[in-house]
């Protein structure tokens, strides 16, 4: 997910440095206990694992380290007590008139991949996000794997975001996505191009400080069209966790 964009991001942060107060950078530390991993209606475990991630933005410019740690070995088909994927992401958020638009590269990392599996692959992404009022937003984003497989994967999603109090946010949201058939070949085993998951979500977050945040949520997924995504390939519908974010 990203190797000369995120160079070009960092380069954009270390000159920020004599930047004013109002345009210092933003870092966040987050981690996330998840019931289940499940990437795009994937099954990739089903058991507990742990999310950490680090997250530097600056001007618009973002770079992001995120990681998945197996507790659970999924019924021995993975190591447990190990990193089996390590995301490096580097993006550009800006805006079209009304719209948020954003760009970026993803790369995947896999340390414990097989010796006949690929260990890496990379993304490009790009995202359009429209403010609808009244708490509602529609999005839309599509990302292009040149890395593993030469295919898209493209997602579109309405999301809800309603203010309890000053320090409490629900929010509810769902997608749908579409792939190509190489895609859906190499990562489900699918045998044509076609709608491919969709994907329930509510979640809610309270604000202990200013600084440091509590979260929990729950999710709902499932295969579109079994010739893009194969039943088998889904092993785990709901799953949910908690998550711990910490800005400085």
């Known amino acids: 997910m990203k190797r000369l964009f ?8 270390a000159t920020g440095g004599a930047a004013s107060q109002a345009t210092a950078a933003t870092a966040t530390a987050a981690l996330d206990a998840n019931s289940a991993y499940v990437w795009r209606g994937l ?16 001007n618009g410019f973002a770079f992001n380290v995120w990681g998945n740690y197996d507790v659970d070995d999924y019924d021995g088909a993975l190591d447990d007590n190990k990193f089996s994927e390590v ?6 958020a800006f805006k079209l008139g009304k719209v948020d638009a954003s760009v970026g590269i993803i790369h995947y990392l896999f340390p414990e991949a097989a010796d006949d599996a690929d260990s890496s692959t990379t993304e490009v992404f ?11 937003a529609i ?13 898209f994967y493209v997602t579109a999603g309405l999301g809800y975001t309603y203010s309890i109090n000053d320090k409490t946010t629900l929010g509810l949201s769902g997608l749908i996505s579409y792939a190509g058939e190489d ?21 809610m977050k309270y604000m202990v400080t200013d600084a440091f945040g509590v979260g929990a949520n729950i999710n709902y997924t499932d295969s579109m069209d079994d ?14 966790g908690i998550n711990l974010t910490f800005t400085f």
């Not at 995301?87 to 550009?92: E, F, Q, V």
């Not at 790009?126 to 509602?136: I, K, N």
């Not at 999005?139 to 295919?151: E, I, N």
């Open 227 to 240: 010739d893009a995504l194969p039943d088998e390939a889904v092993d785990t519908t709901v799953f949910g």
């Open 6 to 13: 995120s160079m070009a991001a960092l380069v954009a942060l």
């Open 126 to 136: 790009a995202g359009l996000s429209y403010d609808l009022g009244a708490g509602f």
């Open 139 to 151: 999005s839309t984003k599509m990302y292009y794997d040149f890395g593993a497989v030469d295919d």
């Open 43 to 58: 099954t990739f475990n089903n058991g507990f694992v742990l999310q950490p991630s680090m997250d530097v933005s600056h």
């Open 183 to 203: 895609f859906t070949d190499y990562y489900a085993g699918g045998t044509d191009s076609g709608f491919f998951n969709y994907q329930l979500t509510a979640s």
């Open 87 to 92: 995301d490096l992401t580097g993006s550009y």
